[in-house]
């Protein structure tokens, strides 16, 4: 069984400060990995996605990938109010169906002014 | 961006009867579109994924006769939930990707099907 796990949180930080949100996987054969964000109520929407190791950057969000560890994480600096979500990290082993991305269950995200 | 619509956003209907949910690929052709489940507080669950010109693939546990798939087209592909009964109630979402290169998937808004 293949699995994404995430932690539930919820995760509270201040405003400004630095939001990480962790993710493990369990099939070594992942290849792409995503991080989505999804307000209550609403579809899921792309923040980033990452396929080597080592951090990508863009804007606020450092997305961090360690196949190694079986471990990818998102960084969110400078948070702030508009960023609390649930984040979702998804990873897709291409040897697959090519849509049958693998979904956490979701880190949800508080970010208090 | 890419862009992908789902109509309607909010269903309601009584036990026993049948809900029809389009999702529409707005600026590009999609020969695969994928439909997802998600109840409260879980997380997506892949349900079939919908193949232009050809039969849905479903996965393990998702009942083919009472979801019904159809992609007619390039740019349409709808989910039809027979017979809706009160466990059915959930978020379905349909997704679809442009390209291979990166798995990226464009979601549509999602549909909330309540059955009472």
């Known amino acids: 069984q293949k699995e994404v796990e995430q932690n539930s949180g919820p995760l509270s930080v201040p405003e400004g400060a630095i939001a990480s949100l962790n993710c493990t996987y369990s099939?070594?054969?992942?290849?792409?990995f995503f991080w989505y964000r999804q307000y209550s109520g609403k579809s899921p929407e792309l923040i980033m996605f990452?396929?080597?190791?080592g951090d990508k950057e863009d804007g606020r969000f450092t997305a961090q990938l360690n196949k190694a560890s079986q471990y990818v994480s998102l960084l969110i600096r400078d948070s702030q109010p508009s960023d609390s979500a649930t984040y979702l990290c998804?990873?897709?082993?291409?040897?697959?169906?090519?849509?049958?991305?693998?979904f956490g269950k979701g880190t949800k995200l508080s970010v208090k002014p | 961006g890419a862009v992908v619509s789902q109509h309607p956003s909010r269903v309601i209907c009584k036990s026993g009867t049948s809900v029809k949910i389009e999702c529409r690929s707005l600026?590009?052709?999609?020969?695969?579109m994928f439909w997802y489940r998600q109840f409260p507080k879980q997380s997506l669950m892949l349900m079939a994924t919908?193949?232009?010109?050809?039969?849905?693939?479903?996965e393990q546990g998702v009942e083919k006769d009472k979801f019904l798939i159809n992609h007619a087209s390039l740019t349409l592909s709808t989910l039809t939930v027979t017979s809706a009964h009160p466990e059915d109630s959930s978020f379905y979402i349909c997704?679809?990707?442009?390209?291979?290169?990166?798995?990226?998937?464009?979601f549509g808004e999602g549909s909330r099907l309540t059955v009472l």
């Open positions: 998804a990873v897709i082993n291409y040897g697959g169906s090519q849509g049958n991305l693998i």
């Open positions: 919908s193949n232009e010109g050809s039969k849905a693939t479903y």
């Open positions: 990452i396929y080597s190791n």
């Open positions: 997704s679809a990707t442009r390209g291979r290169a990166t798995g990226e998937l464009f």
């Open positions: 600026d590009f052709q999609a020969t695969t």
């Open positions: 099939d070594r054969g992942s290849q792409s």
